[in-house]
């Protein structure tokens, strides 16, 4: 007898604890939802657009510097280096060009976070929620944050490497360790893919859904198209070369053979079209430099 009252008792303290752990629950719940509530309106307000679309002009900037200094070398120059850190030099060298370099950093970073927001929330434009979208996003953002990173060094007197300098540097790293080679060709070719992939993006005008296009007038969709097909197809183009370089330095364990932006270029100018390649391929940097500001202007940046 005794033992079936204190049975009862338990389970009268049961009946009352299992309210409180479901109200317990509920309230997780809610200031779960709440939080996540919190951070897309962060991700959505106007200061993260702003933060985007300062990034984007910053993109802008950084590629027309590229593709300026990529004409140089097409027209005899030795000295130029056409990449981020030879546009960094070219934008220090004028007055006012170190608060150019923090503004250039700032709007990289700003690219950064907006991405991160994006791996968070998802990203703009259709099926902006799926898994493959977010990881772009997440990879894009450790791109810009190594650029941001990049450029503050500069600043600070402690970076200016060329890109072939440590592309050279980081073969060699990996050829040092034990399937080493492997890895490198593995680089080599995702790079090459990623090129053909830009290609394909660019080419099936896949960017402007991402594009406010119904804000645009006829001519300026045309524009904008056109530009964006040229940009992507020629950064596609400047991949494939480097991962090529890549590859043959795996293939033959000679890091000196693998090439940044600045080397992909020069060997651009190296073939039977000469210079004239290397100009068609650094006017589509340019091109794409300007595409850039375009999507300043017109980008959905707003998460899905």
């Known amino acids: 007898m005794r033992y079936e009252e204190l049975h009862r008792h338990a389970g009268h303290d049961d009946d009352r604890l299992t309210p409180r752990g ?5 309230k997780a719940g809610r200031a779960g939802r709440e939080v996540a509530s919190a951070g897309r309106d962060v991700a959505s307000s106007r ?8 990034g984007l002009l910053a993109r802008g ?3 027309l510097l590229v593709g300026l200094l990529a004409v140089q070398i097409a027209l005899g120059s030795r000295g130029t280096q056409a990449d981020t850190a030879g546009a960094l030099r070219a934008v220090a060298r004028h007055p006012g060009g170190i608060v150019v370099l923090w503004l250039l950093a700032a709007g990289f970073a700003g690219l950064a976070v907006w991405r991160l927001a994006e791996t968070a929330y998802g990203q703009a434009g259709p099926d902006g929620q799926a898994a493959p979208k977010r990881l772009a996003s997440l990879a894009l953002a450790l791109i810009y944050g190594l650029t941001c990173g990049v450029v503050v060094t500069f600043i600070l007197g402690a970076g200016g490497a060329s890109s072939d300098t440590e592309s050279k ?9 034990s399937g080493g080679q492997v890895l490198v060709a593995a680089v080599g070719v995702a790079t090459a893919a990623a090129g053909v992939g830009m290609g394909i993006y660019g080419l099936r005008r896949m960017f402007a859904t991402y594009l406010r296009t119904a804000q645009m007038s006829p001519a300026a969709r045309t524009m904008v198209e056109g530009l964006g097909v040229a940009g992507y197809v020629t950064r596609g183009v400047v991949f494939c070369i480097a991962g090529a ?6 293939v033959t364990f000679d890091p000196q053979k693998a090439q940044g932006l600045d080397g992909a270029l020069r060997k651009t100018a190296a073939t039977p079209l ?3 390649l290397l100009v068609a391929v650094a006017f589509g940097l340019a091109v794409f430099g300007l595409y850039s500001w375009c999507e300043a202007r017109w980008r959905m940046v707003e998460p899905g």
């Open 47 to 54: 200061w993260m657009r702003g933060l985007a679309r300062a």
């Open 245 to 250: 370089f890549l590859i043959d330095a795996a």
């Open 61 to 63: 900037v950084n590629y």
């Open 169 to 177: 540097s980081f073969t060699a790293r990996l050829l040092a360790h």
């Open 274 to 276: 000469g210079p004239w």
């Open 22 to 26: 479901a109200d317990a629950a509920d």
